[in-house]
Every structure is written in structure tokens, then in C-alpha cells.
């Protein structure tokens, strides 16, 4: 709902500039992405609160502060009347925004970094990741089905024409009880997760003391123990870019295009506005069922050839609408292409994320925060970007912006897809594992560091396939 909706609720709505809609766009993604790497380093750190484990610990603290902020962004500013200037309705949402963003950070995480914690092989992430994505496309179908509702319920008591087809200040009670019954929704299910899943208790990531009776020096027939990957330990290792740069990519592509799919449909298209809950709805369930393909294709082609596979799918429905600038029942079948190429790649990019983890769960939350604080932040950017190259910043549309939207959906579909590309190869001839970290954190003066062999063997297990 924050991407596909935020924007068209501030522009077409409430009336805010393109500038200003982006300008609380950017401020979330910017609060997300510094609290994220934040958020994760300090889950590995902590041990939990009581007998709760660490990351549902995070994941509590984040869910109270969604519930508590969400509806007041989806809510008019209190107390701003019309001649309220605009920058004192963004003072008065930024607040909101960063708590949510926080809290969200939090949430995410912490549940992300739960999949290595639950499962080892890698087929098994592979199947996590992929179930967590099928119940999370559920969740969008489920808010896309609550907004056509929303919306054909006001549309049977709407007045003229234009209001029934077009956003506008009468669409406000929509997004409100949209948001309300979100919140609801996902505070039941945020229930049934704290009820149901069972952490496992894990010791915090830092050295033992040493005792009075601990050896200075390891027998000769012990094995020294595993040593711990710390989070400065993965800035040192290339693997950790070469998935970073891939997942910001993929995160720009599925985060882009749900924010402009909505400004396309109805300023480029000139749709009614009932398209912006049935398109989105066809793509979420076109994500939904391929991602029950993800276990088996990845088995058999691999994660790497799994993911171009997905990139394939989002260059043909760019290259579809770049060529047909007047689609139109056509662009429910460019959307299953968007939704099975979106989900293709998501998947994928986190199955590689948690290959690259592996045993050292430890650290897990830090690596998913690092990696989702590139997207964060990149996803912000581009967003202020695109605001700010918008023909008619001062007007809701105008002719301009119709061949605006329309190629900037082509472009952060089909052109980042491009970049995608690019990092793949670098990640065919590099492949993703372990390189350099050969230092035990356990150890004690005596240790000594493990042979070249063994660290081949530890960096070749780590490999993606």
C-alpha cells in the first residue's frame, strides 16, 4: 500500500505538487533505510527481551509502532485547512512516516532474518523464502481487493461522472478505511506469528570471558571453533556488494514499478479509477501462483539462470507497453508478465542473500539490513528524480505527463532490468562465497589461523549455484 498508493493519494488526492509527494516519499525511504542496518546490527546484538527471543522481540517493537502511525498517514493532516501551506502538512506527516518506517524496518528484519535461524539447506531457504512471499503477495491481493470494493461501493453512491472515474478529495474516506482495515488485518496476523513460531534461544555474537580454568593454548586433536562472521567481517567481502548491488537493483524494479503502475493507469491510460486495485490485483496474483514454481526451478536450472529467467519476463512486458502506447484490455496480460517476472526475482535475490549468510545467522539481520538499505535509499532517490523531471510539477496532469508515466514505467522496468542484467554476469563470473573472513572470534591468544585448504572448502560450500 505505501508504494502503489502513497504517491496518487498525496498528488491526486490531497492536491500536494509532484515535488512534495515525492518529498514524503523520500523521507520514509530515507528513515527506512538508516534504521534498517541499525535495526539489524542491534537484533544481533541483543539476546531478547526476557524469554522472548531476539528477532520476535524487534518484530513486537515494530508492529506496535506500525499500528500506531499507519492510519495517520492515510488520514488528511489535523487541523490543516485549504490555506494550510503545504510544508506545514509535510511537517506534520514526516513524523508519522519515520515511526512507521522504523517500526516496518524493525518488522521486516526481523522476520527475514528468521529464515536461516529455521532452515539449513539451501532448497529449504529457497522454499521459506518463497512460502514468505506467496503469503506477502496474499497480503496485497487481499489490500487490492479491499480497495476495489472500497471503490465500486462509492462509485454505486458517487455523483458525476468525473468523480467516479477520477481521484480526487471525495476518494479521501477510501484511503482511510483502506488503511484502518490494514491495520486490522495485520495486527490479527502479527498475533497468530508471535503465538505460533517458536525462536530458538541464541547466544549474542561477542567473545566468551576467558575463565580461570579456559587453556591459553587449544589441544592438539581439538578442533578450534567456528569462528564468528561479525558485520565488519562482510564489508571486507566482495560477495556482500556483488548481492547488494543485485538486490537494489530488484528492489528498484518491483518498488518502481508499484509506484508508478497507479500515475500510468490513469494519467498515461486514462483509465477509470477502479484500475488501480484490479491491475494491481492481476499482478499480485500472477506473483502469487509462480511463486510455487520457485522451489522446482530452482532446482533445475539453478538460482542464477531462475533469476534471468525472471529478468526475461520483465524486458517483454517493457518492451510490450514501450511499443503499444495505447493498450488497453491488453495491459491485464502485461501485467501477469510484470507480477511472475517481479516475483521471479525477488525470490530469487533473497534466496541468495540467505545462501550468502549460510551458518552465520549470528550476523544474518545486519546483511538484510545493509542489503535493504540500498534499496531504501536508492528507491528514494529515484523517486525524487522522477518528481522532479515531471512536465507539470504545479498540476495534477496535464498532456505532457500522459507520455511522461508512460515512459517512466518502460524505463524502471525494462532499463533497470538492463542493470540487473549486468550484475548477474558479474555474479556468474564471480560467484557468490565467502572469501577472506578466516579470523575466529573465539580464539584466544594461542589460535592460530585455519589452513588455505579448509578455507577453500568453507568458500566452495558457500558458493551459488
Request: charged share 10%; aromatic share 12%.
Amino acid at each position: 500500500m505505501w508504494f502503489t498508493y502513497l504517491l496518487a493519494y498525496a498528488h491526486s488526492v490531497l492536491g500536494y505538487s509532484s515535488a512534495a509527494a515525492g518529498a514524503l516519499l523520500l523521507a520514509g525511504q530515507v528513515a527506512d533505510g538508516v534504521c534498517t542496518p541499525l535495526v539489524g546490527y542491534e537484533s544481533d546484538r541483543s539476546a531478547g527481551c526476557g524469554r522472548y527471543g531476539r528477532r520476535k522481540s524487534w518484530h513486537l517493537a515494530g508492529t506496535i509502532c506500525v499500528l500506531l502511525c499507519f492510519p495517520f498517514i492515510f488520514n488528511p493532516c489535523l487541523g490543516c485547512q485549504e490555506s494550510t501551506p503545504q510544508w506545514a502538512a509535510l511537517f506534520y506527516f514526516i513524523p508519522f512516516i519515520i515511526i512507521f518506517q522504523f517500526g516496518w524496518a524493525a518488522t521486516q528484519i526481523s522476520h527475514l532474518s528468521l529464515i536461516p535461524e529455521l532452515v539449513t539447506t539451501d532448497h529449504e531457504k529457497v522454499e521459506l523464502t518463497a512460502l514468505r512471499y506467496a503469503f506477502t503477495v496474499m497480503a496485497n491481493i487481499t489490500v487490492y481487493a479491499v480497495a476495489w470494493l472500497l471503490l465500486h461501493f462509492q462509485n454505486r453512491h458517487a455523483g458525476p461522472q468525473e468523480q467516479m472515474d477520477h481521484l480526487g478529495k471525495q476518494d479521501i474516506p477510501v484511503f482511510r478505511n483502506l488503511s484502518l482495515i490494514v491495520v486490522g488485518l495485520g495486527a490479527l496476523f502479527s498475533l497468530l506469528f508471535h503465538m505460533g513460531t517458536k525462536e530458538k534461544k541464541h547466544p549474542q555474537a561477542r567473545p566468551p570471558d576467558p575463565e580461570e580454568h579456559t587453556p591459553l593454548l587449544h589441544g592438539g586433536g581439538r578442533t578450534p571453533p567456528r569462528p564468528f562472521m561479525l558485520w565488519k567481517h562482510w564489508l571486507l567481502e566482495p560477495a556482500f556488494y556483488q548481492v547488494a548491488m543485485l538486490y537494489m537493483v530488484t528492489r528498484l524494479i518491483v518498488n518502481l514499478s508499484q509506484t508508478y503502475i497507479a500515475m500510468y493507469l490513469t494519467n498515461s491510460l486514462l483509465l477509470p479509477k477502479k484500475f488501480i486495485a484490479t491491475i494491481p490485483l492481476v499482478m499480485y496474483i500472477s506473483g502469487f501462483l509462480s511463486s510455487f514454481l520457485m522451489k522446482p526451478v530452482n532446482k533445475w536450472i539453478g538460482r542464477n539462470l531462475t533469476y534471468f529467467a525472471g529478468l526475461l519476463i520483465i524486458l517483454a512486458f517493457a518492451t510490450w507497453v514501450a511499443l503499444d502506447r495505447r493498450i488497453g484490455v491488453e495491459i491485464y496480460g502485461a501485467a501477469v508478465l510484470l507480477g511472475a517476472g517481479s516475483a521471479t526475482i525477488l525470490v530469487t535475490s533473497l534466496s541468495m542473500t540467505a545462501d550468502l549468510i549460510g551458518s552465520n545467522t549470528h550476523s544474518g539481520a545486519f546483511v538484510y539490513g545493509a542489503m535493504s538499505f540500498t534499496d531504501k535509499v536508492a528507491n528514494g532517490l529515484a523517486v525524487m528524480a522522477i518528481q522532479n523531471l515531471h512536465p507539470c510539477p504545479s498540476q495534477l496532469c496535464c498532456t505532457a505527463c500522459i507520455e511522461f508515466y508512460h515512459w517512466v514505467i518502460v524505463v524502471v522496468t525494462g532499463g533497470v532490468a538492463v542493470a540487473a542484467t549486468v550484475c548477474l554476469c558479474c555474479i556468474m563470473i564471480w560467484p557468490i562465497q565467502i572469501r577472506f573472513h578466516d579470523v575466529s572470534v573465539l580464539g584466544l591468544a594461542g589460535d592460530t589461523p585455519r589452513e588455505a585448504g579448509s578455507v577453500e572448502d568453507r568458500s566452495r560450500s558457500s558458493t551459488v549455484n
